[in-house]
């Protein structure tokens, strides 16, 4: 007799041009909301049927969209009653967005910088950003603006390529974030939970950030180590559900795609990712 698992683990993963057999870029999700509940569609969005204004049916955001959008694909909700969710795309300048992996930041933070309840989030990321963009970096540039002028209702991250580059996206709080691009030759695998660590302030080639973003951790007495800014530790979450929810996947992804790096599970230091490397350089993953 066959048994079914409802499962809950969205994971992401990144992969630079130095890391694949083609130099080709990647970025993947699985999306862990039920198929049957919330079923999807493949659609290609032409630049005549782009709404100029979005108005969200799932929180009310709304926001007046640029003119002359590209074509692009999307995977939104079969039922749009409760919002769009376009989930994941490709527009014709080459450039792919996934949106998103849900996160979670920590309590403090939240007391100084709520969420925003009528602000932009996963619903309707991809649709207000992946139409207007041509590289990677100009969605995290666009989607780091609109978070800062309008705030999120949530916490998540966001996936960006090209043809060059992949950057990994992620808010925390109501208005704040960071994005890091990930290095040529290698990949991420990105739970339920922030990821990106040590951020340099001097390398605005492989990150960007909310203007106020040091500003803010240094106002409120957030980072506990002055000599370094792990983005992390400062605003992400440190719970014991990690071990058994998140750490376990970024264990066995690391595990599949490098076998030869030996790391004992249940050893994994007690901090929110687990693993203290999140991006690790891929030797030995060869497309079959």
């Given at each position: 007799?066959?048994?079914?698992?409802n499962?809950?683990?969205?994971?992401?993963?990144?992969v630079?041009?130095?890391?694949?057999?083609?130099?080709?870029?990647m970025?993947?999700?699985?999306?862990?909301?039920?198929?049957?509940?919330?079923?999807?569609r493949?659609?290609?969005?032409?630049?005549?049927?782009?709404?100029?204004?979005?108005?969200?049916?799932f929180?009310n955001?709304?926001?007046?969209?640029?003119?002359n959008?590209l074509?692009?694909?999307?995977?939104?909700?079969?039922?749009?009653?409760?919002?769009?969710?376009?989930e994941s795309g490709?527009?014709?300048?080459?450039v792919?967005?996934s949106?998103t992996?849900?996160?979670?930041?920590n309590?403090?933070?939240?007391?100084?910088d709520?969420?925003?309840?009528d602000?932009?989030?996963?619903?309707?990321?991809?649709?207000?950003?992946?139409p207007?963009?041509?590289s990677?970096?100009?969605?995290?540039?666009?989607l780091?603006?609109?978070?800062?002028?309008?705030?999120?209702?949530?916490?998540?991250?966001?996936?960006?390529?090209?043809?060059?580059?992949?950057w990994?996206f992620?808010?925390?709080?109501?208005?704040?974030?960071?994005?890091?691009r990930?290095?040529?030759?290698?990949?991420?695998?990105?739970?339920?939970?922030?990821?990106?660590?040590?951020?340099?302030?001097?390398?605005?080639?492989?990150?960007?950030?909310?203007?106020?973003l040091?500003?803010?951790?240094?106002?409120?007495?957030?980072?506990?180590?002055?000599?370094?800014?792990?983005?992390?530790?400062?605003?992400?979450?440190d719970v014991q559900?990690?071990?058994?929810?998140?750490?376990p996947?970024?264990?066995?992804?690391?595990?599949?795609?490098?076998?030869?790096?030996?790391?004992?599970?249940?050893?994994?230091p007690?901090?929110?990712?687990?693993?203290?490397?999140i991006?690790?350089?891929?030797?030995?993953?060869?497309?079959?």
């Amino acid at each position: 007799m066959k048994t079914t698992r409802n499962l809950s683990s969205c994971t992401a993963v990144l992969v630079g041009k130095k890391a694949t057999v083609d130099g080709s870029t990647m970025i993947a999700r699985n999306e862990d909301a039920g198929g049957g509940i919330n079923a999807k569609r493949f659609i290609v969005v032409k630049p005549e049927d782009q709404p100029k204004t979005y108005i969200s049916t799932f929180n009310n955001f709304q926001l007046k969209l640029p003119a002359n959008p590209l074509r692009y694909t999307e995977t939104p909700c079969a039922d749009l009653r409760n919002g769009r969710w376009g989930e994941s795309g490709i527009n014709t300048d080459n450039v792919a967005m996934s949106a998103t992996e849900t996160e979670f930041t920590n309590t403090t933070t939240l007391g100084l910088d709520p969420l925003v309840d009528d602000g932009i989030g996963e619903e309707a990321m991809l649709t207000v950003v992946l139409p207007y963009i041509h590289s990677a970096r100009e969605g995290v540039q666009r989607l780091g603006e609109l978070v800062t002028k309008y705030g999120t209702c949530e916490s998540n991250g966001i996936a960006f390529s090209d043809q060059n580059e992949v950057w990994y996206f992620e808010t925390v709080g109501g208005h704040h974030w960071a994005a890091e691009r990930i290095p040529d030759d290698t990949y991420v695998i990105a739970p339920n939970q922030t990821g990106i660590q040590e951020i340099d302030f001097n390398d605005s080639q492989h990150f960007m950030y909310s203007a106020d973003l040091k500003e803010f951790a240094e106002k409120n007495h957030l980072n506990k180590r002055p000599d370094s800014f792990n983005f992390r530790d400062i605003f992400g979450e440190d719970v014991q559900s990690d071990h058994y929810y998140n750490t376990p996947r970024v264990w066995y992804g690391q595990k599949y795609l490098n076998p030869e790096i030996k790391q004992d599970l249940k050893a994994a230091p007690c901090r929110s990712v687990g693993y203290p490397l999140i991006w690790f350089q891929l030797k030995t993953w060869r497309l079959s």
